[in-house]
């Protein structure tokens, strides 16, 4: 059997959607970060493999959890994240609940509801910014803003993909409820071009993920580390935009990304605003009411 280094797709940390582990954040801690980060990728990549069985799948990613654990010190993508987590006195709990969300990549491909996809986001989404608020040191009153905004995020890139995901591994993040509330079927991802019956579900999606982005909108002000406001500042003005998009743009046919050049721009806008939201943070502290 392969290693899970070997069944690298080759996509690295520059290549993602939004931002991870950019310039804005301190180089203390930009190295735990990337650590996690070819940790979760390697066992994203296993996951999405297509030509490796849903047995082989699963025993790969039992392998890297015991290498995280410190149980098995085969695979170094674990040990080299388990000695991060040791030096910097970390929780394994994260990286753990991401292996749970690409076990059920590999065990469960459709999703009832909006609450079971949230189920889902629960695992894939929500404890990769878990772990870098932990890695900043910030509070934990903060996870709740962390968590919608992370929810959000993945359903951006399950609606950017959902073509490709059902062409190529028959996994459906559209909720069945969604499609067949609309009259549409789980076949017509597969089209070049969506059909205005899955052009309706995309569009109810998108406009449940601003829900989410409006929840996480305090997010940014909430942070203590300044250059870390500033990445989650930017990355939410990223998905307004991509949410944006995906209700004017076909996925299945049309490509509903940010060139270089749009990246920037709306990464601009997202630090003016983060800014200004801290401004607004310090502005309200000072004139809060004091007790006597």
């Known amino acids: 059997m392969s290693t899970p280094g070997e069944l690298r797709s080759g996509k690295g940390h520059r290549d993602e959607n939004f931002p991870v582990a950019s310039r804005l954040i301190a180089p203390r801690h930009r190295a735990p970060i990337l650590a996690f980060y070819e940790f979760v990728r390697t066992a ?18 039992d392998a890297l959890e015991a290498s995280l654990l ?63 608020l932990d890695v ?22 399950h609606l950017q993909d959902c073509g490709k995901d059902y062409r190529d591994l028959d996994r459906v993040y559209v909720p069945l409820d969604v499609l067949a509330a609309n009259g549409a079927n789980v076949e017509e991802i597969g089209r070049d071009a969506a059909s205005p019956a899955v052009r309706r579900c995309i569009n109810q999606l998108a406009v449940r993920t601003s829900t989410l982005l409006d929840a996480s909108a305090p997010f940014s002000a909430r942070i203590n580390d300044f250059r870390l406001a500033m990445e989650v500042a930017v990355i939410q003005a990223l998905a307004r935009r991509l949410t944006a998009m995906l209700t004017a743009r076909d996925p299945l046919s049309e490509r509903v990304h940010l060139k270089k050049a749009g990246v920037a721009a709306v990464g601009v806008l997202g630090m003016i605003a983060g800014t200004l939201g801290r401004i607004g943070r310090v502005f309200s502290a000072a004139h809060a009411p004091r007790s006597a």
């Open 44 to 61: 994203d990549d296993i996951a999405d493999h297509p030509k490796l069985t849903a047995e082989a799948k699963l025993t790969l990613l």
């Open 136 to 157: 900043h040191g910030e509070d934990r009153s903060t996870w709740p803003a962390n968590d919608a905004l992370c929810a959000a995020l993945q359903i951006i890139n």
């Open 70 to 132: 410190g149980a098995d010190g085969q695979y170094v993508e674990g040990t080299r994240l388990r000695a991060v987590l040791t030096e910097r006195q970390l929780t394994a709990r994260h990286a753990q609940d991401l292996l749970t969300a690409f076990r059920m990549d590999v065990t469960k491909l459709r999703y009832r509801d909006w609450d079971d996809l949230m189920g889902y986001c629960t695992y894939s989404a929500m404890p990769v910014g878990r772990f870098v």
